[in-house]
């Protein structure tokens, strides 16, 4: 079925860094979602892509779609404490089913 | 807008007793929801596809009779856990869909903790 590699599994930086964040597939997807989901609650929407090739930035974060189809990044610029959390990629598989990737879980050191 | 409600939102019960976990679209009709199962330090998987009116659509491996679901209107689906196990302790999250643009709504999710 379709997977979502994604990497790195975590990271650990010292806040104001930068973070990246990738994930891959052997399946084309047609939407790329990133979610972030804190401790003990649900995945929150961060940036949804639609187009390939696509570049879509809110705030300090910014995606973007693959040309394949096949990959996306997440990019979060001068890490701040608040960014800690787990990010999940995910594609939609069919009409409305979602795939999630295996999450980044960031830590951040002030 | 856009809310979605669930509750509650952690329960403890005992082995071989019936749990019952209530998901809400607060300010919106959907068209869809899901539920999800996550276990500790892992992804979100997919259990089952609820339309409202219609049986559930559960994935492979989801024992149907096992997580009952049951989708009244086009703003509440329960999923009931039956003869609970301790190995169905997990974190249940649903989420609420509208079909323009396609999008899941998330909620905060419900942790259950079987004994």
């Known amino acids: 079925g379709q997977q979502l590699n994604q990497s790195p599994q975590s990271m650990f930086i010292q806040e104001g860094e930068d973070v990246s964040m990738n994930c891959t597939s052997s399946s084309i997807f047609n939407t790329w979602l990133w979610y972030k989901q804190e401790p003990g609650e649900g995945p929150v929407l961060l940036i949804a892509l639609y187009k390939a090739g696509e570049l879509t930035s809110n705030g300090r974060l910014t995606a973007q779609f693959g040309i394949t189809r096949k990959d996306s990044f997440l990019n979060i610029s001068a890490s701040i404490p608040s960014d800690v959390g787990i990010y999940f990629c995910?594609?939609?598989?069919?009409?409305?089913?979602?795939?999630f990737g295996q999450g980044t879980r960031l830590t951040i050191n002030p | 807008g856009a809310v979605v409600s669930q509750h509650p939102s952690r329960v403890i019960c005992k082995s071989g007793t019936s749990v019952k976990i209530e998901c809400r679209s607060l300010d919106f009709q959907a068209t869809t929801m899901f539920w999800y199962r996550q276990f500790p330090k892992q992804s979100l998987m997919l259990m089952a596809t609820?339309?409202?009116?219609?049986?559930?659509?559960?994935e492979q491996g989801v024992e149907k009779d096992k997580f009952l679901i049951n989708h009244a209107s086009l703003t509440l689906s329960t999923l009931t856990v039956t003869s609970a196990h301790p190995e169905d302790s997990s974190f249940y999250i649903c989420?609420?869909?509208?079909?323009?643009?396609?999008?899941?709504?998330f909620g905060p999710g419900t942790r259950l903790t079987v004994l």
């Open positions: 609820s339309n409202e009116g219609s049986k559930a659509t559960y």
């Open positions: 995910a594609g939609y598989r069919g009409a409305q089913k979602l795939v």
């Open positions: 989420s609420a869909s509208v079909v323009s643009p396609n999008e899941q709504f």
